[in-house]
């Protein structure tokens, strides 16, 4: 089965008429995963005695056919917590962790019927940009084994581009959506912070933190978007705003006549690679030749998003990861004499280098003495970030440019130098500090490695991103580019 | 910019948010906090005179629910994870002193 000559809407088609059943579909995909993730190594954990009984039990009841995701294999990232199923955020201190509840996401997709695949490999909590400060494994880029698949969401971002599921689930807090997907050449949005509930994503940045997609397609996306939406009550600050159709706007009338695109000169400056500009250019190129208007506009506080972006993340990374103590549940550190070494033993041994930075970072920046020198400005640069994209968003539909600075770098060339990793996520953040929603769609190639064009939003407008990732792409032929990973596809 | 963190503030740090570093841990996670605090520190030159800062980007306020206790009936699958449990209960080292001197 090769998911990228196929797609969500023909699956389930073929799945509801009874020419293909779930279990040949789940069996595909296993068979898929084991010819290909020896290489990539996107999954953690595999779910498959528990996929192939719920397939053959849906075989026996039949396919409904307003469940679109019934009997589809989809990957879940492993910081989204799955009823039964080891969720272990790629942390030691969760290596035992069996949730005795499902995300809300999961919920949604298990009333549905879908199939959990398994859990996919990220950084550490969802803390990094390349997936190499998992605690397990290092994920290769479906592109070029030798490079990293981007992160957090690197195992969603691999697997999906390897052809071994159809989509996976990823999570973004600075960017770990948007990121891997420019990468790995695939589609990745993060919806606009309120529109999916985060009950049952293990906590790293609250007020940032957001759960969304990766997919070979736009309209896939979009569908399997509108599925997760919408308020929930285990999540206070989930929206109640109705949830659109978004796959159901996606048709050979979409068009970008007329659509308004600012270009912040600011995500075209010196730091971001030649190539990825030329890329992004040409797209943007193309859009005016489809009828947009581009502009270039200003975003001046950009170059602050990365400071007051780890001030703020860090300082509620800290208070989250509180809760990993040893005591309720994850690794207790052996061999301790009191309460205290509990504790101390049990973090110190079970998170990793970078988490720990993350900790002592948001510790200091909360502490006695420099709260208002870090924290609080940063949460005041927080809100000019914002107030810059709503005045463009003024006389403006979208903000486009790169998600990333460069196309995916080789293993192990970053991660001595944490300072250099960080300044990676320069283009995404400001969105996760707006609050906004924010793509990334494959735009073409550098030196063969995928550059992604990242689409910006109006807060709860996805609608409008998509119909312009949509148009784009239907125009362009980056989309099918396949990864060629050990010469099989 | 000179940072505002050295080897004991570190520890100080570290002690605040329960985590233990070796001495070879503090040297090389030092410099890098260091570095990073730097970083945080160009913030300054932004004039957020009167600036209210910005703390969440939900669009809701002040959201209430009817105050009624819920019991999940959890208490056997929850105690599983736990590293420790006996009778019901979490089990953990003891807590006061066994000399008598507790605080």
Redesign the interface.
Known sequence: MNFYETDLTQLHDDLVNKKISATELTKATYDNIKAKDDQIEAFLTLNEENALAEAAALDEKGIAADQLVAGIPLGVKDNIVTKDIRTTAASKILD???P?YDATVIEKLKAQNFINAGKLNLDEFAMGGSTENSAYQVTHNAWDLTRVPGGSSGGSAASVAAGEVLAALGTDTGGSIRLPASYNGVVGMKPT??RVSRWGIIAFGS??DQVGWLTTSVKDNALLTSLISGHD?HD??????DVPDFGAQLNDDTNVNGLRIAVPKEYLVEGVDEKVKEVIKAALKHYESLGAIVDEVSLP?TQ?G???Y??ISSSEA?SNL?RF????????ATD????E?????S??EG?GDEV??R???G???L?AG?YD??F?????????I?QDFENVFKDHDVVMGPAGPTVAYKIGSNIAD??TM?MNDVLTVPVN???LPGMSIPAGLADGMPVGLQIIGK??DEETMYKAAYTFEQSTDFHKAQPNIGGQN | MASQIDEQQVQHVASLAKLKFTDEELSEFTPQLESIIDLFETLEKVDTTGVEPMTSATDRVNVMREDVAVNSHQRDALLKNAPDAEDGYIKVPAIIDESGDAE
């Open positions: 035992n962790f069996k005795i912070y309120g007020s940032l009550d206070l600050t989930s929206s109640t705003r506080h602050y990365v400071a007051a780890y001030i800290s509180q103590d040893g005591i309720r549940y994850g690794v207790r301790v004499q009191d309460l070494d509990v504790y101390v033993k973090r110190s998170f720990k930075r900790i002592m970072l510790t200091f920046s502490s420099f020198a870090y609080n400005k940063a949460s005041q640069i927080r809100a000019l914002r944490p300072k960080y500090m707006a609050g807060p709860f």
